[in-house]
């Protein structure tokens, strides 16, 4: 299975690309996981929020692999416990869908962005860094497989 997360966002803190980097090692040959991180648009100088986020929207759709099946991560999503992102998991699994999730920026996505997403997601209701929003997504997928492959890393 194909997993792309697209990261508005660079330059992280050393202990967000470690714990990405032991997550998606933990995947095995099963899951191709990759990381893609967006050049994030600079703000002020006559740029505002809205200007900002249409030239992150351009980054990420250029970025999106073809045909995946886009899942956007947003406040307004629906929260899936594992057990539910393990079941999407394996029914995109089973279509054969290459599947992208997009981080947005410190000011979101713009409305089209959602608009093309298959999906919107949240993995919490409180407000996190953009840092560990990608440890957290990782480790949930990695967490997906496992509960998948009946491996012991997930207790119910």
């Known amino acids: 299975m194909n997993i792309t997360v697209l990261a508005v966002g660079t330059k992280m803190p050393r202990w967000v690309d470690e714990a990405v980097g032991e997550y998606a090692k933990r995947f095995g040959r099963d899951v191709n996981y990759v990381l893609k991180e967006i050049k994030p648009e600079k ?5 505002n929020a809205a200007q900002g986020m249409a030239a992150e929207e351009k980054r990420i759709l ?5 045909g995946a099946y886009l899942v956007v991560l947003d406040e307004r999503g629906k929260a899936p416990t594992s057990v539910e992102l393990a079941a999407h998991l394996k029914q ?5 869908e290459h599947v992208c999730f997009v981080i947005g920026g410190a000011d979101g996505m713009t409305d089209y962005l959602k608009q093309q997403a298959r999906m919107m997601m949240r993995l919490s209701s409180l407000t996190m860094p953009h840092g560990m929003v990608r440890v957290l997504l990782t480790e949930q997928l990695y967490r997906a497989v496992s509960i998948l492959h009946n491996h012991p890393y997930h207790r119910e």
Do not use: D, I
């Open 43 to 47: 703000r002020g100088a006559g740029v």
């Open 62 to 66: 250029e970025a999106v692999p073809a």
């Open 92 to 96: 995109w699994q089973q279509n054969g």
